[in-house]
């Protein structure tokens, strides 16, 4: 039931980001065509599969397909100011070299949005140090699922779907 919970959190708010992010401005059609011609937005969403357990819940599997839905409905109303959106779901079987591995990945992105996931505080650290070390890490928002404050203390980027501990 819990794990329920936190994959519905992650999705809402994963959902409720991309839909104030395509909300229209005001522009000319200069910028908008500019924008337009622009590449796509990624936005990189970590999930934790847990190959180790000798069944399937089904929980990341669901998270991914509702954020491609997601994403496919704002490329439909021409993405984010004009620009499509690209998501790339990175898995880090509960490994912290293959997070760390995935986070490099994603920073590597130029056009990089946002990174939203991340339910375990060690794991998420590793990952917030990398994005903050970054050059222009530290605009890049971070949505997670952990609840400790003194390591989102650190980082003014990195929100959380938990209340603080």
Do not use: W
């Not at 908008?32 to 934790?48: D, T």
């Not at 994603?106 to 339910?119: H, P």
């Not at 650290?125 to 949505?143: H, L, Q, R, Y």
């Amino acid at each position: 039931m819990f794990k329920r919970r936190i994959c519905q959190a992650l999705a809402a708010i994963f959902v409720v980001t991309l839909s104030v992010l395509a909300q229209p401005h005001k522009a000319n059609a200069i910028d908008e065509a500019v924008a337009a011609s622009g590449p796509s937005l990624s936005i990189a969403l970590f999930v934790n599969s847990k190959s180790f357990l000798c069944y399937n819940d089904g929980y990341v599997e669901a998270t991914g397909k509702l954020a491609n839905l997601a994403v496919e409905r704002l490329n439909t109303y021409n993405g984010i100011r004009g620009r499509r959106i690209e998501l790339t779901i990175y898995d880090n079987k509960g490994n912290i070299d293959t997070a760390k591995q995935n986070a490099a990945s994603a920073l590597k992105k130029k056009d990089l949005l946002a990174i939203i996931g991340l339910n375990n505080t060690k794991r998420a650290s590793e990952v917030f140090k990398m994005v903050a070390d970054t050059p222009g890490g530290e605009n890049i928002p971070v949505i997670s699922n952990i609840p400790v404050s003194r390591v989102l203390a650190k980082h003014p980027n990195v929100f959380s779907t938990q209340p603080y501990q």
